[in-house]
């Protein structure tokens, strides 16, 4: 059944740019008052201003500050009725050779900041017998070489969507996981910049997996999804096949067939990440410095928000 979002309050995470700043807008023209939760205070403050949102700066991985912001949010309109979970980063270089606290913030952002997102608004979506929406990826369904911490991250947070559904259920709460394939996004371009091997790497993969798809179009399917309280997202539609594939995808076969790709793209990737000298794409925003006040500074509260 459809739901009107018209009035309803969308907490989203990572809404500075990329997946989350299209969803916040997308929302925002469906009717929704939007919060806005990030790293990046100048784009987050811009898109606020834009939409008449609320925003303010939080690291997914800082409980306090997170538990802060959602408590901020929830002074500031009076309710919770949604949220997107959708913070989520991209390492570069493989177990082997890369930068190991970059693959391990890779999981901490995309897996543990989701349970900590979870955490701090859970209690305000039971008031409302509300939404979470969890960005996972297709990612989840399979495996590529040089993306080992991501395709481990994004499965744990299918899985981990699955059983909150379960235990949240009796609340009237909602659970839905979101499974994108490559979004044209900062995240992914900054990949194909820095890395000409995963660039025909995806040349060579079959659709899904080797497509792009619009931000906007992957905004307007979530969107979608919290009007309808989904489930399960698929962006494209197509990657419902990887979902029903996933053990053929996981298969021996398709791992030889990946293994023969690898011989040569992977020891040329490590040669391009040691070159690229960094462990994160050039626009991933950097936790920012530990903050000696115990709650976040609020951002820009439109005036008729503050009746």
């Not at 979870?118 to 070489?145: D, N």
């Amino acid at each position: 059944m459809k739901r009107s979002l018209s009035g309803q309050v969308v907490l989203v995470t990572g809404a500075a740019r990329g997946i989350g700043e299209h969803t916040a807008r997308e929302a925002a023209a469906r009717g929704a008052r939007l919060a806005l939760v990030g790293l990046e205070p100048e784009r987050l403050s811009a898109v606020a201003g834009e939409l008449g949102a609320v925003w303010f700066p939080a690291d997914v991985t800082d409980q306090a500050g997170l538990t802060a912001a959602v408590d901020q949010v929830k002074e500031a309109y009076g309710r919770i009725d949604a949220v997107v979970a959708n913070a989520g980063v991209a390492s570069r270089g493989t177990v082997a050779t890369g930068d190991v606290e970059a693959l391990v913030r890779t999981v901490e952002v995309n897996l543990v900041g989701v349970m900590r997102t979870a955490a701090a608004c859970l209690p305000h979506l039971i008031e409302t017998r509300g939404y979470l929406l969890i960005v996972a990826s297709a990612a989840a369904y399979a495996a590529l070489p040089g993306m080992a911490p991501y395709c481990a991250s994004k499965a744990g947070v299918e899985h981990f969507g699955n059983a909150v559904r379960l235990e949240v259920a009796h609340h009237g709460v909602a659970v839905g996981t979101a499974h994108p394939s490559w979004i044209d996004t900062d995240l992914v371009r900054d990949a194909q910049d820095d890395l000409p091997s995963f660039r025909e790497t995806l040349r060579r993969l079959p659709p899904p997996m080797g497509s792009t798809t619009s931000v906007q179009r992957c905004a307007a399917a979530f969107v979608d999804a919290l009007e309808r309280r989904r489930r399960k997202v698929f962006v494209p539609r197509s990657v419902a096949l990887m979902y029903w594939m996933r053990t053929f995808l996981n298969s021996r076969l398709t791992e030889k067939f990946l293994e023969s790709q690898a011989r040569r793209s992977v020891p040329l990737m490590e040669e391009q990440v040691r070159a690229l000298g960094r462990g994160f794409g050039a626009s991933t925003a950097e936790p920012p410095a530990p903050r000696r006040k115990d709650r976040p500074e609020p951002g820009f509260i439109a005036d008729r928000y503050h009746r």
